[in-house]
């Protein structure tokens, strides 16, 4: 399996952007409910291997308690297994339950688009856009770590965008390699990889964060 720089991009696009889009919409009506969380979906690797990409439409019921009460496929991207991975990447979110003019939360319901787009790089391409995307300096990581904590901090730290993002792309690039059996041991003890991570990054707060990352996987597996 392979991804490109192209997913990466409009995955993320589809799910910051777009889901913005649809909340603003609702706004209007004074039943906008906010995402707090939304994991990138898993781009099924034989819908990757046969070049099948689109966009799923997924209509979501959040309810007064910001859970989800419903999700649906409101338009199919003409792909049975990419529109389950869109669905079931909706259903496992997290969301803020929207208000009505007075202040109180009440339920409501708003379309998220899905893109998946299928087009990939090589594995050294893709190897060297982890390098790119991790060469902040590590004391610049963790300050970025930190600050989401204090925005988010129901969040586990090492479930938080900031770190899951790129850990997803490190087992991504396992697989690409044909070792699924390390890309699955990695994200099952991302614990562990955080924790050796931060371990590092502050011993060495000059070194990139690609490297130390590379160090944590190491020692995780």
Known sequence: MRISKRFIKTTKIALVLLLFASASSLQARQENFGVIKLSAPAYPPSELKAGHEGTTQILVSIDKDGNVA????????GWPKLDSSA?????SGKFRPATDKDGNTIASSGVIPITFDSPYESVDSQRAYLERYLSTPCDQYLSMLKA???KEPSIPPHMSYTFKWPLLLAAELLRAEGKSNKADTLMARSQAVYNQLVQNCAK???STTYTQLNLAIKKAQ
């Open 148 to 150: 989401e904590q204090l």
């Open 70 to 77: 419903s999700a649906v496929i409101h338009k199919s991207s």
């Open 87 to 91: 669905l079931a990447s909706v259903k």
């Open 204 to 206: 060495n707060p000059g």
